[in-house]
């Protein structure tokens, strides 16, 4: 997975990814600079060589060629570069001048090699560097007068030019730890600012579909009952006005909630200050939904069963909105509400509150249009507190609603210890 770049870098942390976005055009101005400088120095030695000749000549034109020019690849390229120096080096050792000026671009390829190469490769440079110095050492001292003469010379000249390899070397190593550290820190601010992002759209999708089940809650029910009032009022304009105009001010009611309960939401989602932040409602308001279903004809039984505990306010509208869904969804599909009965089961157990509400109408004969929301909103709601929700029809005919919480989810005062 790609995550996008941190832009919070220090000026050195910029300055470096810039040098390393444009590292080619460095490499090629050094590699210019040092055929320049040091291959010229390379002709003046050879000059004044004892080596010199015509494989002198041929062996110090190689070096002072190639060996900037691998350096101008020693980033795309760390091994070739280095093998390439390497071998230049043996060779003029071998058929012409023992050592040029040239030949200081062996600790710019052991640097180059340590940042950029692998493994194997760093230790393999290290080690021709250091093999290099010691083949140098012991030419350069064998003129030396006594035996002993001879000895300290050898090791005065490999620890002069041994310690720079190791120097650049080790110096390679911190700059490539370095680059891997700021990398980390990068690509770990990227991810912290992918995830805050991703955090942000998940976020804002739950609350999508957590508005979406409240408008669907209020409209939904509030609709049910003002249909079911309209067809009742409808049949008793004829033969009792009376009772229509009952009718007509349960709608008005109906109407005028739904409407409150519609501002409340949409107020809320503009952030205004005066908006209605009353409580939501709960079980404790589960008289007053049933009463006003029974307005609308049908006929509900409430039961309540063990010792009532209190709930958080999130699981206390849960449980609302299941016995506000599941009789809205009775006044639609279970039949006629003259004639249809429900009956409201809140049963507390030892460890989880079920609630069932089960009808007696068309059970699974009843229609669907399949474009309702009720359902699903009633099995997202119910998951937020690892609960489960059973929906279908009913051995003897009907249809059965039941939902079960653990107590240790949605008792306030429990959630701590979930």
């Known amino acids: ?26 490499d090629v101005s050094l590699a210019v600079l040092a055929f320049l400088l040091l291959g010229g120095f390379s002709f003046v030695t050879l000059g004044t060589s004892v080596e010199g000749g015509a494989a002198g000549l041929v062996t110090t034109w190689l070096a002072s060629l190639g060996m900037p020019a691998a350096l101008a690849v020693r980033r795309r390229f760390p091994v070739a570069s280095a093998v390439a120096v390497n071998a230049l080096a043996l060779l003029h050792w071998l058929l012409g001048p023992p050592l040029l000026p040239i030949d200081l671009l062996i600790y710019v390829s052991v640097y180059s090699t340590a940042v950029h190469g692998p493994r194997w490769a760093r230790r393999a440079s290290l080690s021709s560097a250091l093999l290099g110095s010691g083949l140098v050492a012991l030419q350069e001292a064998a003129v030396w007068g006594s035996f002993s003469d001879r000895a300290i010379g050898v090791v005065f000249l490999f620890i002069a030019m041994a310690a720079p390899v190791v120097v ?5 190593l911190l700059r490539r730890s370095t680059r891997a550290r700021w990398e980390s820190l990068r690509e770990r601010a990227a991810r912290l600012e992918y995830e805050r992002d991703q955090q942000a759209v998940i976020a804002a999708g739950a609350e999508r579909a957590r508005i979406a089940r409240e408008m669907h ?5 509030s609709l049910s009952i003002i249909v079911a009032q309209a067809d009742g009022g409808r049949y008793a304009a004829r033969t009792d006005p009376d009772l229509a105009v009952g009718a007509l001010e349960t709608i008005a009611d109906t109407a005028r909630g739904a409407l409150a309960d519609t501002r409340r939401i949409l107020g809320v989602l503009r952030g205004d200050a005066a908006a209605d932040t009353a409580p939501q409602p709960g079980l404790a308001s589960l008289d007053d939904l049933v009463r006003t279903v029974r307005e609308s004809g049908l006929g509900v039984e409430v039961v309540t069963w063990g010792e009532r505990l209190p709930l958080t306010p999130a699981a206390d509208l849960a449980v609302y909105r299941v016995c ?20 409201v089961d809140v049963a507390w157990h ?15 004969a009843a229609g669907d249009d399949g474009a309702g929301n009720g359902i699903l909103g009633m099995r997202e709601r119910i998951a937020l507190f690892s609960g489960s929700l059973e929906s279908g029809p009913r051995p003897g005919g009907g249809w059965r609603v039941k939902a079960t919480l653990p107590t240790s989810a949605i008792v306030a005062g429990t959630m701590g210890r979930w």
């Open 168 to 172: 650049a070397w080790a110096l390679g």
């Open 217 to 221: 809650d209020v409209v939904a029910h």
């Open 1 to 26: 997975m790609t995550f996008p770049t941190a832009t919070s870098d220090s000026p050195v942390q910029q300055a470096d990814a810039w040098l390393t976005r444009r590292g080619w055009i460095l």
């Open 324 to 343: 506000q869904e599941s009789l809205t969804n009775v006044l639609k599909h279970a039949g006629t509400p003259g004639v249809v009965h429900a009956r």
């Open 350 to 364: 030892p460890g989880a509150l079920v609630v069932q509400i089960d009808d007696d109408g068309r059970g699974a």
